[in-house]
């Protein structure tokens, strides 16, 4: 029996994570966990940390009972630090799941543009991200080394061309 797949997909607002979560999903029969989609269905505000940790808290819940059942699963919460995606690899693999990174980083230019073309806070009546936010959020990414990809299987297949490993 193959093993479940957990793909973590890493990146800041705007680098294409839903996209690239999409279609690992499609490609991989996979269920995707989305904590903006979440909490845009609750009516949660975006900038609230704690239930954004909440609704991360029961994602993940969901996921490792998916994985134990053989169950592909996509997590794109951003995963800005190599703790938090340690430790998510970590776990799928006690679980004797396969973990999968994939690292999205265009330039901070283009984040900016593509942030603000797709207007996705305004659209469910949240806050706008700002530039001095975005400019922080970029210089402050733990952007995955060498020594961290090689701590993850090797990737199935590679969706978009923007994908890095």
Known sequence: MTPARLFLVCGLPGA???TTATLLADEHQAV???PDEWI??????????DQRERVEQLQW?????????GINVVVEWGLWTRAERDELRTAAHALGAEAHL?????????????????GREAELGWRPIKRIEL????????????EEFDAYDDVPSRPTGNAQR
């Open 61 to 69: 819940s969901i996921t490792t009972e998916l994985l134990q059942r």
């Open 32 to 34: 995707r966990m989305c």
């Open 16 to 18: 294409g994570k839903t």
């Open 40 to 49: 845009g269905q609750l009516g949660i505000d975006l900038w609230d940390t």
């Open 135 to 146: 400019d922080q959020w970029h210089f402050d990414l733990e952007r995955p080394d060498a």
């Open 102 to 118: 994939f690292f999205l980083d265009p330039p901070v230019e283009v984040l900016w543009k593509r942030i603000e073309e797709r």
